[in-house]
């Protein structure tokens, strides 16, 4: 492969070497079309035994109760909850790179939207597990619906947990719909490549006849823009409506008007971050080096810092308003985080969310992968620390010191937690394994586009 | 789960009427439902040739037993309740014949009593469907007033203890009871032989007439036959006092209803249970904030209740109490008020000297004792030694307040036995060990275990040829006796008791026994030659002791109680020089090396007879808020001195004994010393006390029961995690329990009117005032003692489960009603104060719109009610209460409920399941059940005739409820008090349950 040539104007290429429609073709499918290598195997069995406790983990809590988890009165939501924000808030950066990027013309999207989208559908469903489980009856769950039920009892609508149901929902089925939506021609192409029978008839059920018609195009790409346009408010709703989960309660630590921007800002940081988790290695793997470049990856470890600098702003406005306010209950509750018993998780926070996107100032660490998948990781942590703090330390100490007591995991919260990203894992390789992780026909567009106007490349 | 026996099952599903023929005399009513039940549970004649239940196990032949192995395998799928299903062995009869009292669906209520410690307390029992559900305190009753202690609420769980003994045994096989009253006979023969030495009897101290007079009957026939009572919490030392001070040993009654200060010398008097439960209601009388009110010293060693209620306390050790008592006498002395006390003074001299703090105090409390005069009282704790009795005694004569017309404190003959010490088993013990006993019986609580660890009582025991041991478990001493005799229940047997004041009285028995049992009474006839069943007994005792006994009988019955049995009380003259005299002796141990050992009582757990009661192990002690655990309470500098802290295990050591025991902090704990809370470290039978603690009984020594010095405390390097509910013991500024000194009430008024009324608010608020009741709660915490009475009555009444210790420790306690307790000012002088929290139904409730599903909803009456059917359990709710005072069933723990548990539960509150929310209702059935009362009446409800389970076993009346809308209301006056706050006030919550500030009455001169 070419070394990777860069001009001071235009920028890192965004395709690199000479491609045309038959080698993007070759090289973009050919993880799908060869057979499984041994490191995709030892990563799957990885998976799917955390999986498998995964579902030891759900069997346990199904049967025994939520009391198999540690949460208690006061911290009644533990770590169904923080699991649940912080999954969602990673099924951000799907939806933020297909369908607002889109809008916007960032070409820079293409080579990364379907794995980015495949990843928020996965998030989402390991979200989705969350707030059924946590249910001290999870059997009736369906309660949650609005269905005209013979009781002639409805939900309560003032309650934000209706809210989620639909915001979750809605979230869920766009995401699925935009992502399947912008597969369809590779599942065409995968269609015609199939080597086996069975290939050929599972491929040719899931890309819904195409024959790549200048009418399919047509319809297809109206669709997909209007999908985008659907998905647009869908990025900034789901997490304020997630977010509306706290805001909308009295506890101090909750109850704040920052939490929908913030909220949002930090969902997008921690999604951009897993994307940068998965992508940085994926690409080694899958040989897509060329289509996903340095310069992709500077553009996320850009957005990366810009929403970090607006989750940081986000803490600062909490504690500043915390001291405004003059509440000594909120005031108590932001020292709290600082000094009382979770502390470390609160500095572990500020450490991976605030300090370390400050590295991507720097062009060096915004170029080096190593650099880069460390801090995605890590920032990956400090979200999740971030919504520990939010649920479990404004919880374990509110309003009357009576009933002040600390929250600790069981195993069976931990397992619920590394069972759902063994779950995600085992997805994602599942994704890598049959689809094609790029979108190759908006790949071929784009690099027609590119070679007839270079210069608009950036 | 251990099914019961079916004949157990069968038993508790008898209808009233089955037995109402042939038996007894002729009543047309349901009183001789139960005489004839007594005379069926006879202990001769009438009774099968069997123990219940043992025909089924010896009459098994083969194709029985594969029918039994068939059926019981099918029963198995139906769960745990299969022994209930199954039909009852004996001949039933279904209700065509209703006793006219009885309405099926609506509760009666039974007059009993509960004799614990000597003293009986009036009870009233609530009966549903022939099984008691809830224990209340008699109001007539001249101990109870009306309120029900900790102790006499929970004892009914004892009555379906699963792990209650059953079966009759002889060195641990089972007999039948032919068996054991053919043995007893025989022994009784050859005893008279030899006009009954050998014959050793351990008692449980009792006032009861009957059983009093069975022993002397005893007497007569066995002459040379040794009778021992003994209690492990004797109270010896305080007739022992009366001996000195008067000649004879008498039973101090107090008073408090015009007493204006009070010295209380390690003296518990708030204690919930028994007589001082009326101690409580008549203290409180006089803490009204205003002119009048009283003033309470308290000295003692770790934090009580009583202490907790001081205006000034003086953390003391065990020891150092009796030197302070002598200072006092010096100060009385010295202020001239009392001339009489000169000789005292003398006595005192050499031994008078007190720190600068203990001086200070001591000076004050005097000076305010002498000047209270006929107001004065001076009290002394069961753990002072008699010559500080006697002291107080001579004080209270000198002061004015054991005299004249009407003295506050007065002196009757003691209803029970006072020689209940150490002594009376150091006597017994020497007889054992010279091999003098032949025979042995014994009735008291568990002698092996709560006897002294020098005594060594269970190897005694073992020794003795023929030993019998009435217990209600198979406990520790049940293994060293060759008999093993399960005991009756008190709520499943006659009897009768006397209350403190000297009133008769009876013990009924709520339910046929659950298990075959006999009573104490049934034995010693038995032993006497002249069995009968304890009904006749009681009967022919009353018919002999009474003229009045046929007409009268029902009526005692129904009121529970004799009256005009109380005893003379007098107010006799102490002689001086003999108080002076045992001052001088009762030597003040100089001080020694060492740490000072003191052991205690337990609130919950008594002297450990109820430590297999789940709502007592689990209900939170009112001063550590520990559950489920004992631990060496000290004080947090001695703490620091020793290296320790809350939850270190440590190795305690004394006179050569050492115990393993878990360290707790203690707020307000006296330096330099250990208290040792006893009743813990159960090892026999009872499954829910294994595991709880440490047996502090293991170091007690039988020469000095409850102080002593020289105590090593060694670290182990390792933790036991106690199950402590309230681990913050500050308030962190914030206005919560609020408590203000008398003087400042007036100025604090303007502050406290921020904390109630109308916040502004952009919601229209509800107008409730059309409504018929405005449902309301006010609790003075100037009442609150902290007693935690009102948590016990609430887990009864709502059917509230126990979640164990491991789940408290996960913070998932189900109480409903919780007591909070504060600390503030300096660690070891701190101020404590209770604070009863529920939910307090918040007109604009925080639970309320979050809730997805509707499951908690607010009634027209301004009820925040939970829909447990609706409930799925998101828990939003608790999240978003700022009381905290809603509680979730993480776990199904109403599963493990054996049969007999069960029927313990209320039948008008649901038994919630798991992975609901639950709270407080306002006890909403007892509303209704008066709504539908007044109803059927064509009238409303009229205030106070309805009364919360907390309420209404409150000792002193800290709780109120009613409507608020009827402005004559008590609950509509409370919300007018000028001491009335809101909890949380400023979140615009509008709580229904307000608060009135507590108020201290500090004495000036302490500051």
């Known amino acids: 492969m070419a070394a990777p040539s860069e001009s001071a104007l235009e920028g890192f290429p965004l395709i690199l070497g000479k491609q045309d429609d038959r080698t993007l073709t070759q090289s973009l499918f050919a993880h799908v079309e060869r057979k499984a ?41 533990g770590f169904g909850i923080i699991n649940l924000v912080w999954w969602i808030g990673i099924g951000h950066a799907g939806t933020l790179i297909s369908a607002i990027l889109l809008l916007f013309q960032q070409r820079w999207r293409t080579s990364i939207n379907r794995m980015a989208e495949a990843m928020t559908l996965f998030a989402v469903m390991c979200a989705a597990l969350f707030p059924a489980l946590h249910l001290g009856r999870p059997w009736f769950a369906y309660w949650l619906v609005p269905y005209p039920s013979t009781m002639g009892v409805w939900p ?21 719909l935009f992502w399947y939506v912008g597969l369809i021609p590779d599942l065409a192409t995968l269609r015609d490549h199939a080597r086996t029978r069975l290939r050929r008839i599972v491929y040719g059920i899931f890309s819904l006849g195409w024959r790549g018609s200048g009418r399919h195009w047509t319809h297809w790409r109206a669709g997909y823009l209007l999908l985008a346009g659907l998905a647009t408010p869908l990025v900034l709703s789901v997490h304020t409506v997630i977010s509306f989960d706290f805001a909308v309660s009295q506890l101090p630590g909750w109850h704040s008007t920052i939490f929908p921007p913030y909220f949002v800002a930090g969902a997008v940081f921690s999604g951009f971050a897993m994307v940068m988790t998965l992508m940085v290695p994926a690409r080694k793997a899958l040989c897509l080096e060329h289509v996903v470049t340095l310069r992709h990856l500077e553009n996320m470890n850009k957005v990366i810092l810009l929403t970090g600098l607006i989750v940081s702003y986000g803490y600062l406005t909490e504690h500043f308003v915390a001291w405004y306010g ?107 394994r049959f689809v094609p992780a790029v979108a190759a026909a908006e790949m071929k567009e784009l690099n027609h586009e590119l070679a007839a106007h270079p210069a608009e490349a950036a | ?26 009543s047309p009513y349901g009183r001789e439902y139960w005489r004839s039940l007594a005379e069926r549970e006879g202990l001769l004649g009438a009774g099968p040739e069997f123990p219940e239940g043992a025909e089924e196990l010896t009459s098994v032949d083969r194709r029985d037993f594969f029918r039994l192995l068939g059926a019981s395998l099918a029963l198995a799928g139906a769960g745990g309740l299969s022994s209930c299903t199954r039909p009852p062995a004996t001949k039933v009869v279904p209700y065509h014949r209703v006793p006219p009292e009885l309405t099926p669906g609506n509760a009666l209520h039974f007059a009993t009593a509960m004799p614990l410690g000597g ?69 009784a023969a050859r005893l008279q032989e030899r006009r009954g030495e050998g014959l050793y009897l351990l008692l449980e101290p009792t006032s009861s007439p009957l059983l009093q007079s069975l022993r002397e009957r005893l007497l007569r026939r066995f002459p040379k036959a040794r009778v021992f009572a003994t209690s492990p919490l004797s109270e010896a030392n305080r007739a022992e006092g009366a001996r000195i001070a008067f000649g004879r040993p008498l039973q101090p009654r107090q008073d408090f209803r015009g007493a204006k200060v009070v010295l209380s010398l390690d003296e518990d008097f708030l204690e919930p249970r028994g007589q001082k439960l009326s101690y409580a209601r008549h203290f409180f009388e006089t803490r009204e904030p205003g002119a009048g009110m009283s003033r309470l010293y308290v000295v003692e060693p770790s934090l009580t209740i009583t202490g907790m209620s001081a205006d000034h306390r003086l953390p003391a050790r065990g020891s150092d109490v009796q030197r302070l008592a002598y200072a006092l006498v010096r100060r009385l002395t010295g202020l001239g008020v009392a001339p009489a006390l000169e000789p005292l003074s003398q006595a005192a001299k050499s031994f008078a000297a007190t720190p600068g703090k203990a001086h200070r105090f001591i000076d004050a409390a005097g000076a305010d004792l002498a000047r209270a005069k006929e107001g004065a009282m001076l009290l002394a704790g069961p753990r002072q030694p008699p010559a500080v009795h006697a002291l107080a005694a001579a004080v209270n004569y000198a002061l004015g307040s054991a005299r004249g017309s009407s003295p506050l404190v007065r002196y009757l003959s003691p209803p029970a036995e006072v020689e209940t010490g150490p002594s009376a088993l150091r006597e017994l013990a020497a007889d054992l060990r010279a091999g003098r006993a032949d025979t042995l019986l014994v009735t008291a609580a568990n002698p092996a275990y709560a006897g002294f660890a020098d005594l060594e009582l269970g190897r005694l025991f073992r020794e003795v040829p023929e030993s019998f041991y009435l217990s209600l478990y198979e406990d520790e001493t049940a293994p060293s006796c060759s008999f093993f005799v399960p005991a009756l229940h008190p709520l499943e047997s006659w009897g009768d008791g006397r209350a403190s004041d000297g009133t008769v009285s009876l013990i009924q028995p709520l339910v046929e026994p659950l298990a075959p049992g006999f009573s104490e009474a049934e034995l010693l006839s038995a032993l006497i030659g002249a069995p009968a069943p304890t009904y006749q007994l009681l009967r022919e005792h009353w018919r002999a002791a009474r003229e009045d006994f046929e007409r009268s009988w029902e009526e005692w019955l129904r009121e529970g109680f004799i009256q005009g049995t109380a005893a003379e009380a007098s107010a006799p003259e102490p002689k001086l020089e003999r108080v002076a005299e045992a001052m001088r002796e009762a030597a003040i141990r100089p001080e020694e090396g060492g740490l000072e050992v003191a052991f205690a009582g337990d609130y919950k757990v008594h002297d450990g007879r ?12 009112p001063i550590t808020k520990l559950s489920w655990d004992n631990a060496a309470l000290l004080s947090p500098r001695t703490a620091e001195e020793l290296g320790l802290e809350t939850g270190e295990l440590v190795r305690l050591s004394y006179r050569g004994r050492s115990v393993e025991a878990a360290v707790c902090l203690a707020i307000g704990h006296a330096e330099g010393t250990v208290t040792l809370p006893l009743g813990y470290g159960r090892s026999g039978a009872e499954r829910t006390a294994k595991g709880a603690g440490f047996d502090a009984y293991l170091l007690r020594p039988s020469d000095a029961p409850w102080f002593g010095y ?50 502004a608010t952009l919601h229209q608020p509800v107008d409730y005032s059309g409504e018929p009741y405005r449902w309301a709660m006010a609790v003075d915490l100037n009442r609150c003692t902290g007693c935690s009475a009102c948590v016990v009555a609430c887990q009864a009444e709502n059917n509230i489960p126990v979640v164990g210790r491991d789940n408290v420790r996960k913070s998932r306690e189900m109480h409903w009603l919780r007591v909070d307790r504060y600390f503030e000012g300096e660690p070891d002088s701190p101020r404590a104060i209770a604070q009863p929290l529920a939910c307090v139904h918040c007109e604009a409730a925080p639970c309320e719109y979050v809730c997805p599903v509707n499951a908690t909803v607010h009634s027209d009456e301004g009820l925040n009610e939970m829909v447990y059917n609706r409930c799925i359990g998101t828990r939003y709710c608790s999240n978003n209460c700022p009381y905290k005072v809603r509680r979730f069933n993480y776990l199904h723990y109403n599963r493990e409920k054996s049969p007999t548990e069960r029927l313990a539960m209320n039948p008008d509150v649901t038994v919630r399941a798991r992975g609901v929310m639950e709270k407080c209702t306002y006890c909403v059935q007892r509303i209704e059940r008066k709504r539908i009362e007044a109803r059927v009446e064509g009238r409303s409800i009229r205030d106070g005739e309805l009364r919360t389970a907390c309420q209404q076993a409150c000792p002193s009346q800290a709780i109120v409820f009613g409507s608020l809308n009827d402005p004559t209301s008590r609950v509509s006056e409370l919300h007018r008090d000028g001491r009335r706050f809101d909890l949380l006030h400023e979140l615009g919550t509008r709580p229904r349950t307000a608060y009135l500030v507590r108020v201290r009455n500090p004495n000036p001169e302490l500051g």
């Open chain 1, 326 to 432: 003059a509440s000594p209950y909120e005031r108590f509750a932001f020292a709290n985080r600082a000094g009382g018993p979770y502390a470390f998780i609160f500095w572990t926070m500020l450490f991976c969310n605030v300090l370390v996107p400050q590295l991507f100032w720097l062009r060096w660490a915004r170029r080096n992968l190593w650099v880069m998948w460390v801090a995605s990781v890590l920032i990956n942590v400090g979200m999740w620390s971030e919504r520990f703090v939010i649920v479990v330390t404004s919880l374990h100490r509110d309003f009357l010191p009576s009933s002040w007591a600390m929250f600790y995991p069981t195993w069976v919260d931990l397992s619920l937690l590394f069972g759902t990203i063994s779950f995600f894992g085992l997805l994602f390789l599942l994704f890598l």
């Open chain 2, 610 to 621: 109820f430590a297999n009661n789940p709502w007592l192990q689990e209900l939170p002690d």
């Open chain 2, 1 to 26: 789960m251990t099914p019961p026996p079916e004949s157990l099952s069968a038993r508790t599903i008898v209808p009233p009427s089955r037995s109402s023929t042939g038996h007894g005399e002729a």
């Open chain 2, 710 to 759: 020289g105590l090593s405390v060694e670290r182990l390097g390792r933790r036991r995690e106690l199950a402590i509910t309230q681990e913050h013991w500050g308030m962190e500024q914030r206005p919560l329990a609020l408590e203000l000194a008398l003087g400042e009430l007036g100025k604090a008024e303007e502050r406290l009117s921020k904390l109630r009324g109308a916040e």
């Open chain 2, 119 to 187: 003293v009986a307390t009036g009870l009233l029992v609530t009966s549903r469907e022939g099984r008691p559900v809830k224990v209340e305190g008699n109001p007539e009753h001249p101990d109870s007033l009306g309120a029900a202690g900790i102790l006499e609420q929970a004892h009914l769980l004892g009555l379906y203890d699963p792990h209650r003994a059953r079966q009759l045994k002889q060195r641990g096989s089972p007999v039948g009871k032919e068996h054991l009253l053919e043995a007893l006979t025989m022994r």
């Open chain 1, 37 to 77: 290598t041994l490191g995709w195997w030892a990563l799957f069995s990885a998976a799917l035994a955390g999986t498998l406790l995964l579902v030891f983990a759900i069997a346990t809590t199904l049967y025994a109760g939520v009391g198999t988890w540690g949460n208690n009165v006061p911290v009644a939501w």
């Open chain 1, 156 to 176: 309560q609508f003032k309650s934000p947990l209706v809210w989620d149901v639909f915001a979750i929902g809605t979230y869920f089925t766009v995401s699925f």
